[in-house]
C-alpha cells in the first residue's frame, strides 16, 4: 500500500478553508459548492470532509475532538530557529491561537504550536540553528 493522503474531518468548511489557505498557505482549489475539498503543502495531499456528509455516508456517528486538542498534529518546518518566531509572530498577528510560544527543546529543535479554528495542533519548527 501507497500513503495517499491524510483526512480531516470538519465542521465549517470555509473557515477551514481560508485559514489552510490564507494563513498556512495550503494550495487549495475549492468552488464552494463540493462537499470535499484537497489541499496540498509541499507535495503532501490532505483532504477535508465534512463530519456531516460522512456520517450520512456511512450511516454512522462517530466523536470528534471538541476545543483546541491533542487528538493529531500536523508538522510544518522552516529554514531556521529565528524562522520559527517570525512566522509564529506573523501568525498571531493574524488572531490565530497560540498553544505555545516559541521554546529551544533540549534535542535542539525550536518549536511552537498554533491551534487551527477547530482546535486541532499546527507545529512549527526547525532543526537549524
Known amino acids: 500500500m501507497k500513503l495517499d493522503g491524510i483526512g480531516i474531518f470538519v465542521s465549517n468548511m470555509r473557515i477551514m478553508v481560508e485559514f489552510y489557505k490564507n494563513i498556512l ?3 487549495i482549489h475549492w468552488d464552494g459548492k463540493e462537499p470535499n475539498v484537497m489541499l496540498k503543502k ?3 495531499l490532505f483532504m477535508f470532509y465534512g463530519r456531516n456528509d460522512f456520517e450520512k455516508m456511512t450511516n454512522k456517528r462517530f466523536n470528534y475532538a471538541n476545543g483546541i486538542n491533542g487528538h493529531y498534529e500536523i508538522a510544518l518546518s522552516v529554514p531556521k530557529h529565528e524562522d520559527v518566531d517570525l ?6 498577528s493574524k488572531g490565530v491561537d497560540s498553544v505555545m510560544k516559541p521554546t ?3 534535542w535542539g529543535q525550536r518549536t511552537c504550536y498554533i491551534a487551527d479554528p477547530e482546535g486541532n495542533l499546527i507545529e512549527i519548527g526547525s532543526f537549524n540553528k
Open 25 to 27: 498557505g495550503f494550495e
Open 104 to 106: 529551544t527543546e533540549p
Open 42 to 44: 509541499d507535495g503532501i
Open 87 to 92: 512566522v509564529y509572530e506573523n501568525i498571531i
